[in-house]
């Protein structure tokens, strides 16, 4: 139980396109999912949380024009990297809250397999 | 701010046992995660510490001390699978996970 999925697992685009990232839990609903971005070598840095029905919360220093979360069901989450750079060439994961686990000591976050965007 | 502080490399040779230590400094804590990360590929999920103690669950064991700020992974055994990167993270008071800078672990045969 408690897979995440992500859609595609890699992509490479021309500068100035649009690149939409998909991340699906598949046997849990999860009302919260959050998405990272990884640059080689580094830590996982949270982009923003996105939260079913509402709008997403970005954390500072994220451009939320540029990164768009759209959080349409209780399983599916999108982050959809507008105009992209090659500066925005990164690997992209999100992890999924379970619902019927928020709050409780086995509370955590279940993560996808990443999505390696490079733009050319 | 916030932030959580691992040695940035560690080495160790095969059938050792390793410590990762975690410090951290958050506004808000619920808990203490650790992820190992293989080149390329997503965090997978190894241990979590809610309350003060040991964890410990097959080779690798977890220790909070939520006084002192401070967390470590234990890995018994090394073997060379083990050879990754290791992340500590805080669920922090809004249930968001911050990370730690990473530890990246050698080890030789």
């Known amino acids: 139980g408690a897979v995440v999925s992500q859609h595609p697992s890699w992509v490479i685009c021309k500068s100035g396109t649009s690149v939409k990232i998909e991340c699906r839990s598949l046997?849990?609903?999860?009302?919260?999912m959050f998405w990272y971005r990884q640059f080689p070598k580094q830590s996982l840095m949270l982009m923003a949380t996105?939260?079913?029905?509402?709008?997403?919360?970005?954390e500072q220093g994220v451009e939320k024009d540029k990164f768009l979360i759209n959080h349409a069901s209780l399983t599916l989450s999108t982050l959809t990297v507008t105009s992209a750079h090659p500066e925005d060439s990164s690997f992209y994961i999100c992890?999924?809250?379970?619902?019927?686990?928020?709050?409780?000591?086995?509370?955590?976050?279940?993560f996808g397999p990443g999505t390696r965007l490079t733009v050319l | 701010g916030q932030s959580l502080e691992q040695p940035s490399e560690v080495t160790a040779v095969e059938g050792a046992i390793v410590q990762i230590n975690c410090t951290y400094q958050?506004?808000?804590?619920?808990?203490l995660s650790w992820y190992q990360q293989h080149d390329g590929g997503a965090p997978t999920f190894l241990s979590y510490?809610?309350?003060?103690g040991l964890e410990e669950t097959g080779r690798f064991s977890s220790f909070l001390s939520r006084s002192d700020s401070y967390g470590y992974l234990l890995l018994q055994e090394l073997q060379m699978k083990d050879s990754a990167s290791y992340f500590c993270?805080?669920?922090?008071?809004?249930?968001?996970?911050?990370f730690g800078t990473g530890t990246r672990l050698k080890v030789l045969a």
């Open positions: 993270a805080v669920t922090s008071g809004t249930y968001k996970y911050i």
């Open positions: 510490n809610a309350l003060d």
């Open positions: 046997d849990f609903q999860a009302t919260t």
């Open positions: 958050t506004s808000g804590f619920y808990g």
């Open positions: 996105s939260n079913e029905g509402s709008k997403a919360t970005y």
């Open positions: 992890s999924a809250r379970d619902t019927l686990l928020a709050g409780r000591n086995t509370d955590t976050q279940y």
